[in-house]
C-alpha cells in the first residue's frame, strides 16, 4: 500500500473512533446552542401562540437590546462582579499558595481545609452565606453589637450589595485559584532562589525576578477560568439579593433567567443569552490569543 | 401418535372452555365493578406545588382510590419549580398532567390562553357533579381569578389569602397608649413609636413588594394598570401611585434591617418571636401569631383588618384553583377527583382534623365548627377572612391587577423601582416616571398591544 493510502486509511480511522464522541458532543452542546440561537431570532413568548416559529422580524431581539438599560446596566453589573472577583481570587490565592508553600503536616492539613469551599454545591455555599449575611441570625452582626459598632444590611444596601457578592464568590472560588498557583510553585527547583540568595536578592526581589515569571502562565490560566466561571455566579445573586437592590447586583444571566421564568419572554431571553455567549468566547479567544502571542514572543 | 393427537385435542377443548368461562366471567360482573370503581386501572396525575393542603390531602387520596379504583400521582414541588414545569408544559400543548394547580399569579395568562378545559361542562351534567356539591359554595371573590368574560370556569379554588395584620406586641402598644391603627396615617405613627423599643421593630415585611405594596397604591387611589383587566396601560408614575410608593419606603425604615431582602418565613418568624410588632400579609402567615405552638407570643397578639387608605381600602386576597389541562388524557377521572378534593366533606375534615383554615367554601367558614375552632381570644379568625376574601366580588374588582397576563412583567418593574427608592437611589417620582417607560416597553417587546 502507498504512503498516501496508509494516511488516507489512518484518517478514516481516527474519524471513525472520533465519531462517537462527536456525535454525542454534538448532541448535547451544539444542538442546544442552535436551538438557542434559532430561538433568538423569534419573538417566542409562552403564551402567545405561534411566536416560537415566528421569523418575521429575526434581528427585532438584538435591536432592541442596546435600547433597554436593564440588560446594559446587567452588562456593567457583570464587569464590575468578573473584575474584581477574578482580582482577589487569583490575588489572594497566590498569597496563600506562597504563605503555605513549606514542607509540614499541619500546612498540608491546612490545605486541604481550604479547598473545603471549591468542593460545596454552590447553593450550599449560598446558604452559608444568607446566614453570615442576614442581621437577626449572623454571628458577625452579634459580633458587631458586642463591639458597639453599627454595621449596614449588607445584602441590602445599595453601597455593599455587590460587595457582599464578591466576597462570597471569592471565598469560594479562592481554593482554585491557591491550588493552582500551589501546584506551581512546587515545580520551581530550588536552586534558582538559592543561587539568587547567593547573590544578595531580598525575599521581594526572589519572588518578583524568580517566583512570579514562573508562576504567571499558571496564574494567566486561572484568571481565564474563574472569568468564564465568574459569569457563572447565579446561586449567589438567586438567594442573596434576587439582583437587588433594584437592579445592583442584577448580572446579566440573572436577568436572562427573570425574562425566560417570570415573564416568559424566551425569545428575548435566549437573545440575552446569545450576546452573554459571544462575550465569553470573545474574551476565551482573546486571552487564548494572548497567552500564544506571549508565547511567540519569548 | 394417537397419544399426542389425543392430548392435543384435549388440551384446545380445555383451552376453549378456559376461554368461555373467562369471556363469561368479564361479560357478567364486569358492570358490577364499574358500578362500585368506575374508574378502575386509571393512573391519575397531577401536580401543583407543595403546599400544606397537599400534604394533608395526601392522608385521604388512599380513600379516594379506594372509592375509584383510580391510582392518583401527584407531583409536588417548590414553587417557582412548579410555576416554570406546569407553564410550559400547558403551553406547549402537553398532556402529561390530568389536573394542575392554576397558580392565581399564572390564571388569567392560562384562561386567556385557552390552555384549560371550561370545567362548567361538568358541573352543569347532574350525572358528573351531584347538586350537593354546589358551585356555588365557593366564596366568589375566591374564584374571580379562574372565571373568564364569557362565564367560563377553569379553576376550583382550594386555599384562599387574605390580607390581615397581625400584631404581635399589643402589650407594648399599651404601655405607650397606641391603639391598633385603622389609617395609613395611625400605622406610620404606631409603626415609628414602637421601632426599637426593647428591640422591637415597629412592622416587618418581605421581598415580594409587587404583593405588598399595591393595597398601600390602591389606598391612596393609584393602580398598577389605568383599568384592569380591559385597559392594562401602567399607572406607575401616576401622583397617587408615586405616594403609595412613598408611604410603604417610610413604612419599611422602621422594619429590621435587611427587610427588603426578607423571606416570607424570615418575615413570619420575626413576627411570631416578637421581634417585629407588625406584618401584614395573607392570613395563613398571620394567623399563626395566634394559632401556631411555635409563637411566643400568643398571650399579647391580635389578628384585624389591615388599615385603610384615604381614598380605598383594598386588602389584597389570593385564592389557589385546582384545573384540568385542555389537553388532559383523563378529564373525566381528573374532575372525579377534583370534585373529591374540594367536596365539602373533605374541606370540613381538613379543618377539623389538621385546623387547616384557608378553605374556600362559605358553608365550611361560616359553620360553628369552623367558628368554634378559628375563634381565638374572643377574635373570629374566619369572619376577618371571609371578610376580606370577598371583597374583590363586591363591586370594583381591584384584585383584578394581578390577574391579567401581562401582570409578571409590570411586577417584575415594580419590585425593581421600589427597591430603588426604599434604599434612596432614585426619588419616588424620577424612580416610577423611569418604571412607567421600562414597564411600556417591555410590554411591548412582549407583544401586548397597548
Known amino acids: 500500500m502507498s504512503q498516501s493510502g496508509i494516511d488516507g486509511e489512518r484518517r478514516r480511522f481516527i474519524a471513525f473512533a472520533l465519531a462517537p464522541s462527536l456525535i454525542v458532543l454534538f448532541a448535547v452542546a451544539v444542538l442546544p446552542a442552535i436551538y438557542l440561537v434559532v430561538t433568538s431570532l423569534t419573538p417566542f413568548q409562552l403564551t402567545t401562540p405561534g411566536s416560537a416559529t415566528d421569523f418575521s422580524a429575526p434581528l427585532r431581539n438584538y435591536a432592541l437590546l442596546p435600547g433597554d438599560p436593564r440588560f446594559v446596566n446587567s452588562l456593567a453589573v457583570q464587569a464590575k462582579l468578573s473584575f474584581w472577583g477574578v482580582l482577589f481570587q487569583v490575588l489572594f490565592g497566590m498569597l496563600l499558595a506562597l504563605l503555605l508553600n513549606v514542607p509540614s503536616r499541619f500546612v498540608e492539613f491546612a490545605r486541604t481545609f481550604f479547598l473545603i469551599p471549591m468542593v460545596l454545591p454552590p447553593i450550599v455555599v449560598a446558604v452559608i452565606w444568607k446566614l453570615i449575611y442576614t442581621p437577626d441570625i449572623s454571628p458577625l452582626y452579634y459580633a458587631a453589637q458586642a463591639l458597639h459598632f453599627t454595621m449596614p444590611a449588607l445584602t441590602s444596601s445599595v453601597d455593599f450589595a455587590l460587595t457582599a457578592i464578591i466576597i462570597a464568590d471569592t471565598w469560594e472560588w479562592l481554593p482554585f485559584t491557591f491550588l493552582m498557583v500551589l501546584a506551581a510553585l512546587q515545580t520551581i527547583p530550588n536552586e534558582y532562589s538559592e543561587a539568587a540568595l547567593v547573590d544578595g536578592a531580598s525575599t521581594l526581589q526572589i519572588f518578583w525576578y524568580v517566583t512570579l515569571p514562573f508562576i504567571t502562565p499558571i496564574l494567566v490560566v486561572s484568571g481565564m477560568f474563574r472569568l468564564i466561571d465568574s459569569v457563572k455566579a447565579f446561586p449567589l445573586i438567586f438567594l442573596l439579593t ?57 | 401418535m394417537k397419544t399426542v393427537s389425543r392430548m392435543s385435542s384435549i388440551t384446545r377443548r380445555k383451552l376453549l372452555e378456559a376461554s368461555a368461562a373467562t369471556a363469561a366471567l368479564a361479560a357478567f360482573p364486569a358492570p358490577l365493578i364499574a358500578q362500585t370503581k368506575p374508574f378502575a386501572g386509571v393512573t391519575l396525575h397531577g401536580a401543583s406545588f407543595q403546599h400544606r393542603f397537599f400534604t394533608l390531602l395526601q392522608k385521604y387520596i388512599p380513600e379516594f382510590e379506594e372509592q375509584t379504583g383510580m391510582k392518583v400521582d401527584l407531583q409536588l414541588s417548590a414553587f417557582p419549580v412548579y410555576n416554570q414545569q406546569a407553564n410550559l408544559e400547558l403551553s406547549s400543548g402537553g398532556s402529561a398532567y390530568d389536573f394542575v394547580n392554576v397558580t392565581f399569579i399564572l390564571a388569567a395568562r392560562w384562561v386567556a390562553a385557552g390552555l384549560l378545559a371550561d370545567l362548567n361542562e361538568f358541573t352543569n351534567d347532574p350525572n358528573l357533579t351531584p347538586a350537593e356539591w354546589n358551585p356555588k359554595d365557593f366564596v366568589e371573590g375566591a374564584q374571580v381569578p379562574y372565571r373568564d368574560a364569557k362565564g367560563g370556569t377553569y379553576g376550583y379554588s382550594w386555599e384562599g389569602g387574605a390580607m390581615l395584620m397581625g400584631l404581635s406586641r399589643m402589650d407594648l402598644m399599651e404601655k405607650k397608649g397606641l391603639k391598633i391603627p385603622k389609617t395609613f396615617a395611625e400605622l406610620q405613627q404606631v409603626c415609628a413609636e414602637i421601632n426599637g423599643t426593647d428591640g ?40 397617587e401611585t408615586i405616594q403609595g410608593i412613598e408611604f410603604y419606603a417610610n413604612l419599611l425604615r422602621s422594619a429590621p434591617k435587611g427587610v427588603l431582602t426578607y423571606t416570607e418565613d424570615q418575615a413570619r418568624q420575626s413576627l411570631l418571636t416578637g421581634r417585629a410588632n407588625i406584618f401584614i400579609h395573607s392570613s395563613a402567615w398571620v ?38 389541562p385542555k389537553n388532559a388524557k383523563n378529564k373525566k377521572a381528573a374532575w372525579e377527583f377534583i370534585k373529591w378534593a374540594l367536596s365539602p366533606e373533605i374541606s370540613m375534615r381538613l379543618v377539623k382534623e389538621h385546623g387547616h383554615s384557608s378553605v ?35 363591586g370594583d374588582n381591584y384584585m383584578a391587577y394581578r390577574t391579567v397576563k401581562e401582570f409578571p412583567i409590570v411586577g417584575d418593574v415594580l419590585n425593581k423601582t421600589f427597591e430603588q427608592v426604599a434604599t434612596g437611589q432614585l426619588p419616588a417620582k424620577d424612580a416610577m416616571n423611569a418604571a412607567q417607560d421600562q414597564a411600556i416597553a417591555a410590554l411591548r417587546r412582549a407583544g401586548t398591544q397597548l
Open chain 2, 360 to 394: 374556600c367554601r362559605r358553608s365550611i367558614i361560616t359553620s360553628d365548627d369552623y367558628r368554634k375552632l378559628n375563634t381565638v381570644n374572643g377574635q373570629d379568625l374566619g369572619a376577618l377572612y371571609l371578610e376580606v376574601l370577598e371583597l374583590p366580588a363586591k
Open chain 2, 200 to 239: 422591637v421593630a415597629g412592622i416587618t415585611s418581605f421581598q415580594l413588594h409587587h404583593w405588598n405594596l399595591p393595597p398601600y397604591i390602591q389606598g391612596f387611589g393609584g393602580n398598577i394598570f389605568k383599568k384592569p383587566p380591559g385597559d392594562i396601560m401602567p399607572a406607575l408614575n401616576t401622583p
Open chain 2, 287 to 324: 394567623t399563626p401569631i395566634l394559632l401556631s405552638e411555635e409563637s411566643k407570643v400568643k398571650e399579647t397578639s391580635r389578628v384585624v383588618r389591615s388599615p385603610a387608605g384615604p381614598v380605598h381600602d383594598h386588602p389584597a386576597s389570593n385564592s389557589q384553583g385546582l384545573g384540568i
Open chain 1, 242 to 298: 434576587s439582583g437587588g437592590p433594584g437592579t445592583v447586583t442584577e448580572v446579566t444571566n440573572y436577568y436572562a433567567y427573570l425574562l425566560a421564568f417570570d415573564t416568559n419572554e424566551i425569545g428575548y431571553s435566549s437573545a440575552v443569552t446569545v450576546v452573554m455567549l459571544l462575550l465569553v468566547a470573545g474574551i476565551s479567544l482573546g486571552l487564548v490569543w494572548m497567552g500564544r502571542r506571549r508565547e511567540a514572543l519569548a
